[in-house]
């Protein structure tokens, strides 16, 4: 694995955690952070041995504060596009194939909530707080955050971050459904990491064809959601895993997936 200047990656057995390792600017996401996650997401799509990824930040105070707003100074309107037309790590993310995990430790703002809503699931620390604050600064979220937090919340609610780029705390967010789950802020690793070596005890190829299945739903109509899960539902059917998991289960023991 390379090594990088602002992210730590640790491999836990099948569990890959990626830390964002900025403390002193609350893990604000500059163009190196940017572009080194989507290199560490690359080498971790060709590791057959990692078969979940859980994306965190460094210390207990912030997951992810934001862009580093130094960089936008001087920025005209054609450099700012380029920056955003390049390879943008939210894209990365959400592009994975692999299931990806936000462990939210702390101050989840702007892109940070961006990078948080292209992750597959959210464990959020009862400390947790999220925004889109982008207005406050006269300009409007660039990450996705107006277009994955509505497909997540719903129009009103995401309206109404979005306009006022007022926080919430992780008990609204988990009403909202922006988060899968709360818990308690000294619990967040251990509780993250159960529910990564859980969903790495399946099928690295059921997983990826089920993490197809229901990005599609939220990007099609049902009737081409349901050709395309008949589709994939058929492709589990030529896996090495498939017969596992059968046998497995007629057996009455544990199955042992291999991802073929």
């Known amino acids: 694995m390379a090594s990088y200047e602002t992210l730590l990656v640790e491999r836990r057995e099948r569990v890959a955690v990626i830390t964002i390792n900025r403390p002193d600017k609350l893990n604000a996401l500059n163009i190196q952070t940017r572009q080194e996650g989507a290199a560490a997401l690359?080498?971790?799509?060709?590791?057959?041995?990692?078969?979940?990824?859980?994306?965190?930040?460094?210390?207990?105070?912030?997951?992810?504060?934001?862009?580093?707003?130094?960089?936008f100074e001087g920025r005209t309107a054609v450099t700012q596009r380029d920056v955003m037309t390049g390879r943008s790590l939210f894209t990365a993310v959400d592009g994975f194939p692999k299931p990806v995990i936000a462990m939210i430790n702390g101050f989840c703002l702007g892109g940070g909530c961006e990078l948080a809503i292209s992750c597959d699931l959210r464990v959020a620390s009862e400390r947790a707080r999220f925004g889109q604050p982008e207005i406050k600064l006269g300009i409007i979220p660039g990450g996705g955050g107006t277009q994955r937090l509505t497909r997540l919340v719903g129009e009103s609610k995401a309206m109404e971050m979005i306009l006022t780029g007022e926080m919430i705390d992780a008990q609204t967010a988990l009403t909202l459904g922006l988060v899968n789950r709360v818990v308690p802020h000294e619990e967040l690793e251990a509780r993250t990491m159960e529910m990564a070596n859980l969903i790495a005890g399946m099928s690295p190829v059921a997983l990826r064809?089920?993490?197809?299945?229901v990005k599609t739903a939220a990007r099609s109509t049902l009737d081409e959601g349901l050709r395309r899960e008949v589709?994939?539902?058929?492709?589990?059917?030529?896996s090495k895993d498939k017969d596992e998991g059968v046998r497995a289960f007629l057996e009455k023991r544990k199955p042992e997936f291999t991802g073929e």
């Open 42 to 71: 690359d080498e971790l799509r060709d590791d057959a041995e990692i078969r979940v990824v859980v994306i965190t930040g460094a210390g207990d105070k912030s997951f992810v504060a934001g862009a580093d707003i130094g960089e």
């Open 209 to 213: 064809l089920a993490k197809e299945a």
């Open 231 to 238: 589709d994939l539902f058929a492709i589990c059917f030529s």
